[in-house]
């Protein structure tokens, strides 16, 4: 009994005493794959010591240096298990981090004792460039609707995944509005402009709108803009002024000068006696909306009382509102009207007839006008013939030859006279159209007259409702001859007209007057033309000839004519008259040649400038010959018209701060060959080639034919109104007004990229360019020290900017590093001089890490044979070639003294890998004591050993 009290004393005093707690080691966090909002941390906890681990994880921060659970950022990684090894491994994704923000973290573990951390260190989050986009200015705005436009001009680091415009009657609106238009097609090509039409929008109201882009989660903003949709306006109206005012009627007018808001429904006349009449007193009204302005119209005011003021206005209605003219006045008169008849019609035809009437007396004040109203119906009777002007003798008869009837159709019809506004009316009388038409004849000038001989001829001007059997000409030595005179005829029909024709008529005695007339017979019908007269010469006359037209142009011709005999006396001069009348005279245009002629027949051609374009021209032959001159046959041609070439701007390329290449394309030929052809510009609209002009060339051959102008000494961040021209006869012409507008310099948009790939002397680093800017890039490349913000003074990899395309990605492999070294790099790029930096990233190299080898127990086989083990622990940075045993009598034994058994080490070995190897012929002398360890040798040829052990024979 007395010996057991002591132990359990002794228990008891061995649970009473305290075991201090040991803390968990905690490594230094390393972060890798950092982008603009996320990054991955990685660590371990190297002992876990004597208390449970409650919870675990990463702590970190913006602004505190060492993060604390509780108060920063966490991520949790739970309880670990007592029974856990060490070292145990834990890691985690940082996600929604701020885009280029620097933050703090540390490792935490958390027992029963307190909180234990880890080491802080910091990172910094990339700096992601953007989208471009840009709010443009609202157009087509009503009172209920509008445009409101966008442009993306810049792709950014990534991928656009939607875009589009939001609006709001308040100020900044966002993407959580219903109010927007989505768009979410892949975009490659920039710039690119979008609209969005929107509607229901309230009048006279306030809308914000601004333009978006999402890339990459992140949602970019353009300028917040605004319009207003204007409030509803009405439809301008005008009262115009009174016209074909009588005794009882008037014609009152008005014009809707401008469109309102909504729809016209309603629009006329109001008057009354009183001023400011409405549409309570009389009107005469119009209903049905109104498209094209302005719009002008009038209604006739029937009913009027003799010598009485009327007030008048105009009126429109709109939306139920009625908007008023001026106030306006008119009398009507208390006078005389001038005396009117209206007489019967003569020259029936079928598509014609001469009507007329006579002023049979005056009236108390002048006349101003006077002529027929005619129609099928006294209803429609509102076509008119007219002249105007005072008639001061009576009664005074006027007629009119009226065309374009239709045959055997009864048309009624009116003389009217106006006098101090007031228009009296004759009585109405009817004609009909006959069935029948004769042809029109005329009877044209003589020409080529010798004592005894002349050319006659006439033109059939038109076809008549029967065939034509017979055309000619007659003549004799009294007034209007006719077939039963002397005669010359041609048969058979004619089928185009006008068709001219001349007869040589011989057999006459000289020095005699004779009459003309040319004819035409259709169904047993005789029709003539006028009478005209020539007298035969004392003396022969040069025989002369019109010739054709050639090279008939817009505003030139050849003319010719040809002298086909002498005549008594020497010819003094010949040549060509012309002019848009028949049988032109040498006192209209002529162009002459003087001098006599000898040989017959003799041609001549003149070259005629001067004319208009698309006009019928008269021209004949003359001769003069002793003061007398000779005509030949009237003949006609008809100049064609002018056109010019056409041109088109297509628009602009190659667009910098300075400078920009402007486009055009002549589409097709005109009239003119091409003098000259280019690009105008200028910061106003529409410019023109007093302004600033770029002259591509001239001459175009080939249609069409496109071209382009480089123009410098361009302002930046400039609009600039431009368009292709053209000149051709000196007339210049116009593509359409197209606008650039230059750039602003722009600086290049470079972001460093990552350290990849690092090792103990190597780094592949990387750079990216979001905007190449305003000049081209020369160069682009990264550079790296072991300062930060390391320049091009320092180590750098590079490589020529040309033919890059942006936004671009590169990278360059950095070798020659120092091991176990922080490093800083930065991409940078020049251009026009400047170079330009991302921002400095530093990385570290690796440290060489050593392979762990340890020496295992010996066992002895026989007298003769000992087994050893050795042990590969763990890798290093370079692979391990060999391992095995090296054994020997040395007490520092390796491989240059003692002998090895050795293994080839497979890529694929597992550690740990423990091995042993048989050391035999140990026979002989027993008590030597013999020395080995376990080795390895790496790929880099160098040897690592475990510890030294004996054993004894």
């Given at each position: 009994m007395k010996k057991i009290?002591?132990?359990?004393?002794?228990?008891?005093?061995?649970?009473?005493?305290?075991?201090?707690?040991?803390?968990?080691?905690?490594?230094?966090?390393?972060?890798?794959?950092?982008?603009?909002?996320?990054?991955?941390?990685?660590?371990?906890?190297?002992?876990?010591?004597?208390?449970?681990?409650?919870?675990?994880?990463?702590?970190?921060?913006e602004s505190n240096e060492d993060p604390v659970v509780g108060q920063d950022l966490e991520i949790l990684k739970g309880a670990i298990d007592p029974a856990t090894p060490s070292p145990l491994s834990l890691s985690a994704d940082l996600k929604g981090l701020k885009m280029n923000t620097s933050y703090y973290i540390r490792t935490f573990a958390q027992v029963t004792s307190g909180t234990y951390y880890g080491e802080s260190t910091t990172f910094k989050t990339l700096n992601m460039t953007p989208p471009g986009i840009r709010t443009e200015a609202a157009d087509n705005i009503t009172i209920n609707s509008a445009r409101i436009k966008g442009t993306l001009t810049s792709k950014g680091t990534h991928n656009i995944t939607e875009y589009g415009l939001v609006w709001n009657t308040t100020t900044s609106p966002t993407t959580a509005l219903q109010t927007k238009q989505v768009y979410t097609d892949n975009v490659t090509a920039f710039p690119i402009a979008f609209t969005a039409d929107i509607k229901s929008l309230q009048p006279n109201t306030t809308y914000y709108y601004r333009a978006y882009a999402i890339s990459n989660g992140i949602t970019t903003y353009g300028e917040n803009l605004n319009f207003k949709t204007p409030a509803i306006a009405q439809p301008g109206i005008r009262t115009d002024a009174a016209a074909n005012i009588t005794m009882n009627s008037a014609t009152l007018s008005g014009t809707v000068l401008t469109a309102g808001s909504l729809p016209i429904t309603e629009r006329g006349i109001v008057w009354g006696t009183s001023a400011q009449p409405t549409t309570s007193n009389t009107k005469a009204s119009i209903t049905g909306n109104v498209t094209t302005f302005p719009n002008s119209f009038n209604v006739n005011a029937t009913g009027l009382t003799k010598n009485t003021t009327y007030h008048y206005r105009a009126y429109v209605i709109s939306n139920g509102v009625t908007s008023y003219g001026e106030n306006k006045t008119f009398a009507t008169p208390d006078a005389t009207p001038p005396g009117i008849r209206t007489d019967a019609a003569t020259n029936l035809s079928p598509d014609g007839a001469r009507v007329g009437g006579t002023i049979l007396s005056a009236g108390s004040y002048a006349i101003t006008e006077r002529g027929i109203l005619y129609g099928t119906s006294q209803a429609n009777a509102t076509t008119k013939v007219s002249q105007s002007g005072n008639v001061t003798s009576f009664p005074t008869a006027f007629t009119f030859d009226i065309k374009g009837l239709s045959k055997t159709t009864t048309y009624h019809y009116r003389a009217y006279v106006i006098s101090n506004g007031v228009t009296t009316y004759g009585e109405f009388r009817t004609f009909t159209t006959p069935d029948v038409a004769q042809p029109g004849i005329r009877t044209d000038a003589a020409s080529n007259f010798t004592p005894t001989s002349v050319r006659l001829g006439g033109t059939v001007l038109n076809g008549g409702t029967?065939?034509?059997?017979?055309?000619?000409?007659?003549?004799?030595?009294?007034?209007?001859?006719?077939?039963?005179?002397?005669?010359?005829?041609?048969t058979g029909n004619v089928t185009s007209f006008p068709s001219s024709f001349g007869m040589d008529i011989n057999g006459l005695n000289r020095n005699t007057t004779y009459y003309f007339r040319a004819y035409v017979i259709s169904n047993g019908v005789t029709s003539y033309g006028e009478n005209l007269s020539f007298r035969t010469p004392d003396l022969v006359a040069p025989g002369i000839r019109t010739d054709g037209a050639e090279n008939i142009r817009p505003t030139s011709v050849r003319l010719s004519g040809t002298v086909t005999s002498a005549g008594s006396y020497p010819i003094t001069e010949r040549g060509i008259v012309w002019s848009t009348s028949t049988n032109p005279t040498t006192s209209n245009s002529k162009s002459s040649l003087s001098g006599n002629v000898t040989n017959f027949p003799n041609t001549f051609g003149m070259d005629i400038n001067g004319l208009s374009p698309n006009t019928a021209y008269h021209y004949r032959a003359y001769v003069i010959s002793n003061g007398s001159t000779s005509y030949g046959e009237n003949r006609t041609f008809t100049t064609t018209t002018v056109t010019q070439p056409e041109v088109r701007t297509d628009g602009a390329s190659e667009v910098n701060t300075s400078s920009a290449k402007f486009l055009g394309t002549i589409t097709q030929a005109g009239t003119y060959p091409i003098s000259e052809y280019g690009i105008v510009y200028s910061t106003s609209s529409g410019p023109t080639t007093s302004n600033s002009k770029a002259v591509a060339g001239s001459g175009v051959n080939n249609y069409p034919y496109s071209y382009g102008v480089q123009v410098n000494g361009l302002n930046k961040n400039t609009t600039y109104f431009f368009r292709a021209y053209l000149i051709s006869n000196g007339v210049t012409s116009y593509g359409a007004v197209n606008t650039i507008t230059t750039p602003d310099e722009r600086p290049v948009k470079i972001a460093s990229g990552q350290a990849t790939d690092v090792s103990i002397n190597f780094a592949r680093l990387s750079g990216f360019i979001a905007d190449g800017g305003s000049y081209p890039v020369q160069e682009i490349g990264v550079c790296w020290s072991t300062s930060p913000n390391p320049t091009t003074s320092n180590s750098k990899a590079s490589k020529s900017g040309s033919g890059i395309t942006y936004p671009h990605d590169y990278s360059f492999d950095a070798h020659?590093?120092?091991?176990?070294?922080?490093?800083?790099?930065?991409?940078?790029?020049i251009s026009n001089g400047v170079t330009y930096y991302g921002q400095d990233v530093a990385f570290k190299t690796h440290v060489v890490a050593n392979p762990s080898v340890s020496t295992g127990d010996n066992r002895s086989l026989s007298s003769s044979v000992q087994e050893v083990a050795g042990i590969l622990q763990s890798a290093g940075t370079y692979p391990i070639t060999e391992h095995g045993i090296v054994y020997g009598r040395n007490s520092d034994i390796n491989l240059g003294n003692g002998t090895k058994l050795s293994f080839s080490t497979p890529n694929n070995l597992r550690f740990p890998h423990s091995y042993s190897a048989q050391i035999s012929g140990l026979g002989g002398i027993s008590a030597l004591t013999y020395y080995y360890r376990a080795y390895c040798v790496t790929s880099n040829g160098s040897v690592h050993y475990g510890d030294i052990r004996s054993f004894r024979k």
């Open positions: 009290l002591p132990l359990i004393l002794m228990l008891f005093a061995c649970h009473d005493e305290a075991v201090a707690p040991i803390p968990p080691v905690l490594e230094k966090v390393n972060l890798s794959a950092i982008t603009f909002a996320e990054a991955k941390a990685s660590s371990s906890i190297a002992k876990l010591g004597n208390e449970d681990i409650l919870e675990h994880g990463f702590v970190y921060s029967y065939a034509i059997t017979e055309r000619g000409v007659v003549y004799g030595t009294s007034a209007n001859p006719t077939t039963s005179n002397s005669k010359s005829a041609l020659g590093l120092r091991e176990g070294s922080e490093y800083h790099f930065r991409a940078y790029a």
